[in-house]
Protein backbone atom coordinates (compact mmCIF):
# COMPACT_ATOMS: atom_id res chain seq x y z
CA UNK A 1 0.00 0.00 0.00
CA UNK A 2 1.22 3.22 -0.99
CA UNK A 3 2.04 5.65 1.99
CA UNK A 4 1.24 8.71 -0.02
CA UNK A 5 -0.87 9.86 -3.12
CA UNK A 6 0.72 10.94 -6.67
CA UNK A 7 -0.58 14.47 -5.65
CA UNK A 8 1.18 14.54 -2.50
CA UNK A 9 4.89 13.26 -3.78
CA UNK A 10 4.64 15.94 -6.00
CA UNK A 11 3.85 18.42 -3.89
CA UNK A 12 6.47 17.24 -1.21
CA UNK A 13 9.76 17.19 -4.40
CA UNK A 14 8.39 21.03 -5.20
CA UNK A 15 8.79 22.10 -1.84
CA UNK A 16 12.63 20.55 -1.04
CA UNK A 17 12.85 22.08 -4.34
CA UNK A 18 11.51 25.83 -4.21
CA UNK A 19 13.14 25.33 -0.38
CA UNK A 20 17.18 24.48 -1.68
CA UNK A 21 16.58 26.76 -4.15
CA UNK A 22 15.82 29.75 -2.15
CA UNK A 23 18.27 28.96 0.55
CA UNK A 24 20.90 28.52 -1.83
CA UNK A 25 20.20 31.62 -3.92
CA UNK A 26 19.42 34.03 -1.41
CA UNK A 27 23.03 33.17 0.52
CA UNK A 28 25.50 35.41 -1.71
CA UNK A 29 22.89 38.03 -0.68
CA UNK A 30 22.80 37.28 2.63
CA UNK A 31 26.96 36.97 3.08
CA UNK A 32 26.97 40.50 1.67
CA UNK A 33 24.15 41.99 3.38
CA UNK A 34 25.17 40.70 6.53
CA UNK A 35 29.13 41.39 6.26
CA UNK A 36 27.86 45.42 5.23
CA UNK A 37 25.68 45.29 8.27
CA UNK A 38 28.21 43.65 10.83
CA UNK A 39 31.40 45.44 9.36
CA UNK A 40 30.96 48.90 7.94
CA UNK A 41 29.19 52.65 8.57
CA UNK A 42 27.61 54.39 6.47
CA UNK A 43 24.82 56.25 5.83
CA UNK A 44 21.23 54.37 5.78
CA UNK A 45 22.31 51.67 7.83
CA UNK A 46 19.92 51.74 10.26
CA UNK A 47 16.91 51.69 6.79
CA UNK A 48 18.84 49.34 5.33
CA UNK A 49 18.55 46.90 8.54
CA UNK A 50 14.99 47.85 9.03
CA UNK A 51 13.86 46.89 5.62
CA UNK A 52 15.72 42.97 5.64
CA UNK A 53 13.70 42.63 8.82
CA UNK A 54 10.84 44.29 7.34
CA UNK A 55 8.89 40.49 6.24
CA UNK A 56 9.76 39.39 9.56
CA UNK A 57 7.04 41.89 11.04
CA UNK A 58 4.63 42.07 7.81
CA UNK A 59 2.17 40.31 6.91
CA UNK A 60 3.55 37.41 4.41
CA UNK A 61 0.15 38.39 2.62
CA UNK A 62 1.60 41.65 2.29
CA UNK A 63 5.18 40.73 0.80
CA UNK A 64 3.22 37.99 -1.57
CA UNK A 65 1.00 41.03 -2.86
CA UNK A 66 3.48 43.50 -3.06
CA UNK A 67 5.56 40.64 -5.09
CA UNK A 68 2.86 40.43 -7.28
CA UNK A 69 2.40 43.90 -7.97
CA UNK A 70 6.43 44.38 -8.53
CA UNK A 71 6.81 41.10 -10.29
CA UNK A 72 3.93 39.74 -11.82
CA UNK A 73 3.23 40.13 -15.38
CA UNK A 74 0.98 43.15 -15.11
CA UNK A 75 3.49 45.05 -12.59
CA UNK A 76 6.57 47.38 -14.07
CA UNK A 77 9.46 45.01 -12.98
CA UNK A 78 7.41 42.04 -13.93
CA UNK A 79 5.95 43.67 -17.66
CA UNK A 80 10.07 44.26 -18.35
CA UNK A 81 11.44 40.67 -17.17
CA UNK A 82 8.82 39.20 -19.30
CA UNK A 83 9.32 41.40 -22.75
CA UNK A 84 12.80 41.50 -22.57
CA UNK A 85 14.16 38.20 -21.21
CA UNK A 86 11.12 36.37 -21.00
CA UNK A 87 11.38 35.95 -17.76
CA UNK A 88 7.73 35.25 -15.03
CA UNK A 89 7.73 34.61 -12.07
CA UNK A 90 4.46 35.03 -11.28
CA UNK A 91 2.22 31.60 -10.79
CA UNK A 92 5.28 29.73 -11.01
CA UNK A 93 7.44 27.13 -9.10
CA UNK A 94 10.59 29.51 -9.75
CA UNK A 95 8.34 32.67 -7.66
CA UNK A 96 7.45 30.33 -5.03
CA UNK A 97 10.95 30.27 -4.53
CA UNK A 98 11.79 34.00 -4.69
CA UNK A 99 8.64 34.30 -2.16
CA UNK A 100 10.85 31.74 0.05
CA UNK A 101 13.31 33.61 -0.29
CA UNK A 102 12.30 36.78 0.89
CA UNK A 103 10.48 35.70 3.38
CA UNK A 104 13.45 33.41 4.75
CA UNK A 105 16.31 36.67 3.90
CA UNK A 106 16.36 38.30 7.49
CA UNK A 107 16.72 34.71 9.35
CA UNK A 108 19.77 34.24 7.19
CA UNK A 109 20.84 37.83 7.41
CA UNK A 110 21.01 37.94 11.36
CA UNK A 111 22.59 34.48 11.81
CA UNK A 112 25.33 35.10 9.33
CA UNK A 113 25.52 38.96 11.07
CA UNK A 114 25.51 37.87 14.67
CA UNK A 115 28.53 35.22 13.16
CA UNK A 116 30.44 37.43 11.25
CA UNK A 117 30.48 40.38 14.57
CA UNK A 118 31.51 37.73 16.90
CA UNK A 119 34.63 36.31 14.68
CA UNK A 120 38.34 37.29 16.06
CA UNK A 121 39.23 40.32 13.58
CA UNK A 122 42.74 39.46 14.89
CA UNK A 123 43.58 36.87 12.70
CA UNK A 124 42.43 38.89 9.72
CA UNK A 125 44.46 41.40 10.61
CA UNK A 126 47.35 38.62 10.97
CA UNK A 127 46.17 37.73 7.41
CA UNK A 128 46.83 40.68 5.66
CA UNK A 129 49.60 41.73 7.44
CA UNK A 130 51.24 38.53 6.06
CA UNK A 131 50.15 39.82 2.42
CA UNK A 132 47.46 38.30 1.71
CA UNK A 133 44.58 40.67 -0.04
CA UNK A 134 41.03 41.97 1.22
CA UNK A 135 39.76 39.44 -1.18
CA UNK A 136 41.81 36.08 0.05
CA UNK A 137 41.18 37.70 3.61
CA UNK A 138 37.67 37.31 3.16
CA UNK A 139 37.28 34.00 1.51
CA UNK A 140 39.68 31.93 3.38
CA UNK A 141 40.16 34.00 6.51
CA UNK A 142 36.65 35.18 7.69
CA UNK A 143 34.41 32.96 5.85
CA UNK A 144 35.76 29.45 7.88
CA UNK A 145 35.31 31.94 10.56
CA UNK A 146 31.62 33.00 10.28
CA UNK A 147 31.25 29.00 8.72
CA UNK A 148 28.68 28.20 12.28
CA UNK A 149 26.77 31.56 10.93
CA UNK A 150 26.31 30.78 7.08
CA UNK A 151 24.94 27.04 8.11
CA UNK A 152 22.88 28.27 10.73
CA UNK A 153 21.76 31.27 8.24
CA UNK A 154 21.05 28.75 5.20
CA UNK A 155 19.16 26.18 7.38
CA UNK A 156 16.37 28.91 8.77
CA UNK A 157 16.22 30.07 5.66
CA UNK A 158 15.37 26.52 4.50
CA UNK A 159 12.86 25.83 6.95
CA UNK A 160 11.27 28.95 7.02
CA UNK A 161 11.16 28.24 2.44
CA UNK A 162 9.54 25.00 3.63
CA UNK A 163 7.03 26.22 5.98
CA UNK A 164 6.42 29.43 3.91
CA UNK A 165 2.31 29.95 3.03
CA UNK A 166 1.11 33.34 2.96
CA UNK A 167 3.47 35.15 0.55
CA UNK A 168 3.90 32.46 -1.93
CA UNK A 169 0.23 31.77 -2.06
CA UNK A 170 -0.64 35.11 -3.19
CA UNK A 171 2.08 35.76 -5.25
CA UNK A 172 1.36 32.16 -6.98
CA UNK A 173 -1.39 30.67 -5.68
CA UNK A 174 -1.96 26.97 -5.65
CA UNK A 175 -1.18 25.21 -8.45
CA UNK A 176 -1.09 21.57 -8.79
CA UNK A 177 2.29 20.39 -10.04
CA UNK A 178 3.52 23.78 -10.57
CA UNK A 179 3.39 26.26 -7.39
CA UNK A 180 1.32 23.95 -4.81
CA UNK A 181 4.25 23.54 -1.98
CA UNK A 182 3.53 21.08 1.55
CA UNK A 183 1.59 23.94 2.95
CA UNK A 184 -1.02 25.04 0.31
CA UNK A 185 -1.57 21.60 -0.02
CA UNK A 186 -2.23 20.96 3.65
CA UNK A 187 -4.52 23.85 3.07
CA UNK A 188 -6.14 22.69 0.19
CA UNK A 189 -6.25 19.17 1.66
CA UNK A 190 -8.48 21.15 4.65
CA UNK A 191 -10.56 22.05 1.84
CA UNK A 192 -12.23 18.52 1.14
CA UNK A 193 -14.19 16.46 3.26
CA UNK A 194 -11.80 13.31 4.68
CA UNK A 195 -8.71 15.25 3.67
CA UNK A 196 -7.85 14.69 7.71
CA UNK A 197 -5.27 11.92 6.33
CA UNK A 198 -3.19 13.62 3.91
CA UNK A 199 -2.85 16.69 6.37
CA UNK A 200 -0.82 14.51 9.00
CA UNK A 201 0.71 12.42 6.44
CA UNK A 202 2.12 16.03 4.58
CA UNK A 203 2.62 17.79 8.63
CA UNK A 204 4.81 14.76 9.12
CA UNK A 205 6.72 15.12 6.46
CA UNK A 206 7.26 18.48 7.04
CA UNK A 207 8.19 17.87 10.72
CA UNK A 208 10.62 15.14 9.23
CA UNK A 209 12.48 17.11 6.79
CA UNK A 210 12.80 20.50 9.50
CA UNK A 211 14.39 17.81 11.88
CA UNK A 212 16.61 16.16 9.98
CA UNK A 213 18.18 19.75 8.07
CA UNK A 214 18.76 20.78 11.72
CA UNK A 215 20.51 17.86 13.08
CA UNK A 216 22.42 17.82 9.55
CA UNK A 217 23.23 22.24 10.48
CA UNK A 218 24.26 20.94 14.10
CA UNK A 219 26.32 18.36 12.67
CA UNK A 220 28.09 19.95 10.46
CA UNK A 221 28.82 23.12 13.14
CA UNK A 222 30.19 21.24 15.33
CA UNK A 223 32.42 19.38 12.97
CA UNK A 224 33.62 22.38 11.59
CA UNK A 225 34.31 23.47 15.63
CA UNK A 226 36.04 20.28 16.37
CA UNK A 227 38.16 20.95 13.11
CA UNK A 228 39.31 24.01 14.67
CA UNK A 229 39.96 23.07 17.90
CA UNK A 230 42.47 20.14 16.71
Not at 4 to 27: D, Y
Not at 160 to 177: D, H, Q, R, Y
Not at 187 to 214: D, F, K, T
Amino acid sequence: MDWFTPEEITAIRLSLKVAVTAAIASLPFGVLVGWLLARRRFPGKALLDAVVHLPLVLPPVVMGYALLMTLGTQGTVGAFLQQHFGIVFAFRWTGAALACAVMGFPLMVRAIRLSLENTDRRLEQAAATLGAGPWRVFFTVTLPLAWPGLVAGTVLAFAKALGEFGATITFVSNIPGETQTLSSAIYGLMQVPGGEAGIWRLAAVAVAISLIALLLSEWLTRRHVGREEI
